[in-house]
């Protein structure tokens, strides 16, 4: 049977089309979705995201208008209609609880901070601002000068959207968890701490952050056959390497680099000094002794 979702009519905010999507993606069959403050209409759907006035997640009713909100985080990040599906229903969608809580933390939690007034982020540069998923929907609703603008119909063009974004974001998450065991692994079994040699292209940054050793860690770069050698770093949000290829090295390509660092099958060296490309293995490896003893 076609399962109804009913959220607000009007303007649309990246918290109810993020909610309305969550459940699309964990209904298997047919949906529709109602745009209404009709609470003949809302009181008679099988969900209901960001109207109604009530949190029950028995009920399947995932508002946070009402007075006294609808409960806030560990971290005092209140929760919105996205993080109250989330709760009730993002483990279910990862088949994994620390996935779950991985999303939540990377994209749920900063969307509901946004549709409750928190701001989460600061910035060193005053005049630029920080676009994210909810600027993206924002630019969907209309502006004063579209009044024929079709508002359902963008807010379902965005929900299948975000449908998809979710669908893969699970999927994201849920491989780079899997590589954590390869990642920790290559670490236990290095010779030197320092250089972890990867046999995949595994997300390694954020695991091997967590040890206090390792400064670059190589793995083989699928598009082309070569090799990387790439910074660790204390903080994946920063852009602040344990230590920098030597600057000698900076934005050199092909045989100058190969003459400048040494290594024969050398390749290239990002401007930044965050990234390092060997034609081999073994000329990768060369590449990060030679940095860990610069």
């Known amino acids: 049977m076609t399962k109804i979702i009913a959220t607000h009519d009007g303007k649309f905010h990246a918290d109810d089309v993020c909610a309305v999507a969550a459940i699309a993606l964990l209904i298997d069959g047919p949906i529709e979705v109602i745009r209404t403050r009709d609470m003949v209409l809302i009181n008679k759907a099988d969900f209901v995201v960001d109207v109604g006035g009530v949190f029950d997640a028995d009920k399947q009713r995932f508002d946070h208008h009402q007075e006294g909100g609808a409960g806030v985080r560990e971290n005092g990040i209140p929760y919105a209609a996205f993080g109250l599906v989330w709760k009730t229903h993002g483990e279910s969608l990862c088949g994994n609880s620390v996935v779950a809580r991985i999303i939540d933390k990377d994209m749920v939690a900063s969307l509901d901070a946004s549709d409750n007034g928190v701001g989460v982020f600061s910035t060193d540069f005053k005049d630029v601002n920080m676009y994210g998923l909810d600027n993206v929907v924002n630019a969907f609703v209309s ?80 598009n082309d056959g070569k090799w990387s050698v ?50 081999s293995k073994e000329g990768a490896i060369k590449l990060a002794k030679i940095a860990v003893e610069a």
Not at 158 to 182: D, G, N, P, T, Y
Not at 237 to 242: A, D, E, M, Y
Not at 249 to 262: H, L, M, N, T, V
């Open 230 to 279: 790439e910074t660790v770093r204390d903080d994946s949000r920063s852009f602040i390497n344990r230590k920098d290829f030597p600057a000698t090295w900076s934005a050199k390509r092909d045989g100058e680099f190969a003459e400048i660092s040494g290594v024969a099958d050398a390749v290239f060296c990002h401007k930044n000094l965050f990234l390092a490309v060997a034609d």
């Open 143 to 222: 502006n004063w000068k579209e009044d024929d603008r079709n508002m359902d119909v963008a807010f379902a063009e965005l929900v299948k959207f975000v449908k998809a974004l979710l669908a893969r974001e699970i999927m994201r998450v849920r491989a780079k968890m899997e590589a954590k065991e390869f990642v920790e692994k290559a670490y236990e079994e290095a010779e030197d701490k320092r250089i972890i040699v990867l046999d995949g292209q595994y997300p390694s940054r954020d695991f091997l952050s967590k040890h206090p050793e390792p400064l670059y860690f190589i793995r083989p770069r699928t």
